[in-house]
């Protein structure tokens, strides 16, 4: 079945620093979410992404959908204290009834 | 907008007891779905379902869990006999799906910490 790995599982920055997660599927996606949980929550929606390179950027926040179309990336700019939580891609094959494969995870811990 | 409700929030018990979650969705969803999210991993889907219909159990283990979804609004999810790895936090998601369109945003509840000593 399909697989999606996010590297790294965990991330300390300073707060000002930058940080990137990566989200790499074994299959091909017809379109990826992005979603935030913070500790002891629910995760939340963050954006999607349906095109083949696709970029969108949210304030600090810029995603990336790859060319193929298996792999994505979150990179926040100049993290702040809010930034904490676990970055959760989600990706789903073709057709609206195809489920949602959630990837890993990467924890983002941020300290003044 | 309320958002997905579920119940309870906490539930302790002794594997091979019996447990059920209920869930609310957004007002309109047509999409309900149930996960499973262990400590430390990302949700996993247990069940899918298109008003009141199953779209897809395929990770559903099926000789311990249920699920049903009366009418096409609210929703249970039954596990009996429970085990010890069961213990996880059972979200409950709804969407709106428009056919033929892009995958709609999922809105999760609270979820259920469930404890199996």
């Known amino acids: 079945g399909q697989q999606v790995m996010q590297i790294p599982q965990y991330q300390h920055v300073q707060e000002g620093e930058d940080f990137t997660t990566y989200c790499n599927s074994s299959t091909t996606l017809s379109n990826i979410q992005w979603y935030k949980q913070r500790p002891g929550g629910h995760p939340v929606f963050l954006i999607q992404l349906v095109k083949s390179g696709e970029v969108k950027k949210q304030k600090r926040l810029t995603f990336q959908f790859g060319e193929a179309k298996k792999n994505s990336s979150l990179h926040i700019t100049a993290t702040q204290t809010t930034d904490v939580g676990t970055y959760f891609c989600a990706g789903s094959g073709a057709g609206t009834a195809s489920k949602l494969t959630f990837g890993t995870g990467t924890r983002l811990q941020v300290t003044l | 907008e309320a958002g997905v409700a579920q119940s309870p929030r906490y539930k302790i018990i002794e594997k091979r007891q019996s447990v059920a979650f209920w869930c609310n969705p957004i007002?309109?969803?047509?999409?309900l779905y149930w996960y499973q999210q262990i400590l430390g991993q990302g949700p996993k889907l247990l069940i899918q379902f298109q008003n009141n219909g199953v779209v897809d159990d395929s990770q559903l283990p099926k000789d311990r869990f249920s699920a049903e979804r009366l009418k096409g609004v609210d929703s249970t999810l039954k596990i009996q006999p429970a085990k010890l790895e069961d213990s996880a936090v059972y979200l409950c998601?709804?969407?709106?799906?428009?056919?033929?369109?892009?995958?709609?945003?999922?809105?999760f509840g609270p979820g259920t910490r469930l404890l199996v000593l």
């Open positions: 998601a709804s969407s709106l799906v428009a056919a033929g369109g892009p995958r709609k945003t999922q809105y």
């Open positions: 007002s309109g969803h047509a999409t």
